[in-house]
């Protein structure tokens, strides 16, 4: 058990960058769950984007993690190696904080819609998309902070829809380019603008348009998410605060770069990231 969450941790350290940092504050219990929940989702996520795969091999892969995961949660014994040396302090941090088994399933869920090209028509079919990928992250993060306003399950999908949202935004071009168009079908029409656009990367008053209104509606859903402070338990608050504030700077930088997501890097300085995580855990604004 200990060896699988020192693996988790280290993995987390090394994938999680300043995060990290923001999960010091919280007690050694809380701290081992959120390094073991990052883990599990780090991985999962790896299988979904590994380059190096045909799509066979990836389905073939998610199966086996989701069934690896389903055995592990049963108390079976699983062969403690990599990547599958996570699931003891996975299922440890599962049955401390009764964390469902249906929101990591969801997790799987959302990256399995992943593996091939797809489009989402409307945006209520975005949300479903995020809900599982983001939305199920957020609640299985509720579980280990704790809460006492059964609502903060329902403000959890807000955050989790900011967040996903603004990686959408963030990697457009990637994306479009690997036949992932996620923004939806409608919004493109409204405004005019193609498949094709994205991936050729350009950038028009179209475009433009395009961007201020998808921005302009993520920006609701992070302060949507700003209940959920008064809704969770004090431990994390601290975490929440820096991935709200990490996060919210990335449409930041979209503004500043007049919405140019094409050929560029769009990042937090690791700086600032530092001092948001630094400060959060401080407890400071």
Known sequence: MEAS???????????????????LGLSRQRFRAMCALYAFLRLTDDIGDEPGWSLAEREQRLSCWREQLRIALRGVDIPVVEPFDVFPALVDAVSGF?????????V???????????TYPTFDDLR???????????????????????AALETAADCGLALQLTNILRDLGEDAAMGRVYLPQEDLARFGVSVDDL????????????????????????????DL???????GRPVLRAMLRI?????????????????????????????????ALL???
């Open 5 to 23: 969450h020192v693996a988790c941790r280290r993995l987390t350290r090394r994938a999680a960058g300043n995060f990290f940092v923001s999960f």
């Open 98 to 106: 009764s964390i469902p088994e249906e929101e990591l399933q969801a």
């Open 108 to 118: 799987i869920d959302g990256i399995a819609m992943d593996l091939q090209p797809r």
């Open 128 to 150: 479903v998309y995020c809900d599982r990928v983001a939305g199920a992250v957020g609640r299985c993060c509720l579980h280990i902070w704790g809460f006492h306003d059964p």
């Open 199 to 226: 991936v050729a990367g350009r950038v028009d008053d179209r475009f433009r348009e395009l961007m201020r209104f998808e921005v302009s509606r993520t920006r609701e859903h992070y302060i949507a998410s700003e």
């Open 229 to 235: 402070f008064a809704q969770i338990d004090q431990p």
């Open 247 to 279: 996060y919210s700077g990335l449409l930041d930088r979209i503004e500043r770069v007049d919405y140019d997501v094409f050929g560029r890097t769009i990042r937090v300085a690791t700086w600032r990231k530092a001092l948001i995580g630094v400060a």
């Open 283 to 285: 407890g400071r604004s």
